[in-house]
């Protein structure tokens, strides 16, 4: 007799079992509690946050339904997936079922999963239902991509935004649920399962499931050692060695790895997160610089695993730039090195030695690496709302400097992109945000020709389809 999943079997069945979303849940409580619904509600967030759970609980609580009754077989509560059925003629068809009276509830709740992956079609003919409901009819749109919906269907819903969870947050329901089920689990492989699982609760359970079953006693070793991953520790040697510029022992670490059975895709994030969590957390080790630069050639190399002839040269071509004196300067070393390399770089162009004045007028010799380090923050939240926005602006070395996020454009193309109102509106609110006061966009167009093999319409479209898919242009 199959089991049931744990996930499913701890999945929240009402507002209050919500762990790590209460800017959400309280929110729709008190607006539950005050009679105050919306005709749509927007969900969005990543995989396995609460998203679906969420809006099955909010179908239940407008309907008056209790925490345990099922739903699955109600003809008043709709729960569709857009990936499979995202087709105009669906949505039409959906829109004469909502368009009837409920059969036995009060509201006929439609509940669109990954709403993003519907056709125009299909979201011209949504939206003419939601601007125009049954007074008995509540949308739940829920999706991972929030930015693929046309802005006349986010205008006419409530929006949530659903967190990550936080590696704590993860731990304590993991302990909950080990303890409830009687899994032998160490601390610290409750610590590894949550930071695989990358702020999902959802996965972190998954794993715990799967490692309950092939191990008496869960250990960090056991988690690394089933989930084809590496130990922190090799993780850190590497980067070590490549901050000390041994090529030779960098690749033989990285043979190595691979030769214990992990995969270079899943070594490559590992080493993503290791890194990022480094920067996030101010670790001085390395440097700010240093950081950043890894976590550029790293993202780099996660485009090139798929037509790679061999799979873990990407993860190798990234390590060995990261050693190189020319692609990472040495930030690790003394604040002197650090104000070294900058000059370095006025000198080198002269036009952009306004950009790298320090903002601190007190004086402080290391806001300089604070601005890199709060600029890097905001480029990777702009990453995970527009990637091709970001691609843009990491290719017109976006950096701040007066209280200016200024990014150098070699084509009007890119430049009006960046400056679109939506985009530039976007920029701006994130970067003041992360730096913590106002950041305003400034585009600069460079009059810099390509090479003359290619004219100069081609060398646009060619740069911007590299700045947008990631992509290099090798000499031939």
């Known amino acids: ?62 309907n008056g339904l209790k925490a345990e009754d099922d739903i699955s077989s109600s003809l008043d509560i709709i729960e569709i997936d857009a990936a499979s059925y995202g087709h105009v003629d669906d949505i039409r068809s959906l829109r004469e079922k909502i368009g009837s009276s409920p059969t036995s509830l009060k509201y006929k709740v439609l509940i669109i999963d990954e709403v993003h992956m519907l056709s125009k079609s299909a979201f011209d003919a949504l939206l003419k239902t939601l601007e125009e409901p049954p007074s008995h009819a509540i949308f739940i749109l829920a999706t991972t991509e929030s930015h693929k919906l046309p802005d006349t269907i986010i205008s006419r819903t409530q929006r949530y935004d659903f967190r990550p969870f936080s590696v704590p947050v993860i731990v304590s329901r993991l302990s909950f649920i080990s303890e409830s089920e009687g899994i032998k689990v160490e601390q610290a492989g409750l610590e590894a399962i949550a930071e695989l699982s990358d702020g999902g609760m959802r996965d972190a359970i998954s794993i715990l499931d799967q490692l309950s079953v092939l191990n008496d006693v869960i250990t960090a070793e056991s988690v690394q050692s089933r989930m084809g991953l590496s130990s922190n520790s090799q993780i850190k040697k590497l980067l070590d060695l490549a901050a000390t510029k041994d090529i030779p022992a960098v690749l033989n670490l990285l043979q190595e790895v691979v030769s214990d059975g992990v995969e270079p895709t899943a070594f490559c994030s590992q080493i993503q997160r290791f890194v990022r969590y480094a920067l996030l957390n101010s670790d001085k080790t390395y440097g700010s610089k240093f950081l950043i630069h890894a976590l550029e050639l790293l993202q780099h190399a996660q485009f090139g695993f798929k037509n790679s002839p061999h799979r873990s040269l990407p993860l190798e071509i990234a ?51 604070d601005l890199t380090t709060q600029c890097a923050k905001g480029l990777s939240l702009i990453k995970e709302s527009n990637n091709s926005l970001y691609a843009l602006l990491r290719s017109g070395n976006a950096r701040i400097a007066d209280k200016r996020l200024i990014v150098d454009c070699k084509f009007n193309f890119h430049k009006e992109r960046i400056e679109e109102f939506r985009n530039k509106e976007m920029i701006e609110k994130i970067m003041t945000k992360t730096c913590g006061t106002n950041i305003t966009l400034k585009c600069n167009l460079l009059n810099v020709r390509g090479t003359e093999v290619v004219t100069e319409k081609d060398d646009e479209l060619i740069s911007s389809a590299m700045a947008i898919l990631g992509g290099e242009l090798i000499d031939g």
């Open 1 to 62: 007799m199959s089991q049931l999943a744990l996930y499913r079997k701890y999945r929240s069945a009402d507002l209050d079992d919500v762990v790590g979303q209460d800017h959400i849940t309280k929110t729709l409580a008190e607006s539950l509690k005050r009679d105050k619904l919306s005709h749509a509600y927007l969900f969005t967030g990543p995989r396995g946050v609460g998203k679906t759970s969420v809006a099955r609980i909010l179908a239940k609580r407008v």
């Open 319 to 369: 390590m060995v730039k990261l050693c190189s004196p020319k692609d990472s300067p040495n930030v690790a070393k003394s604040e002197t090195d650090s104000k070294a390399v900058i000059e370095k770089e006025n000198v080198k162009r002269p036009d952009k030695k306004e950009d790298n004045k320090i903002v601190d007028q007190g004086g402080n010799e290391n806001t300089d690496i």
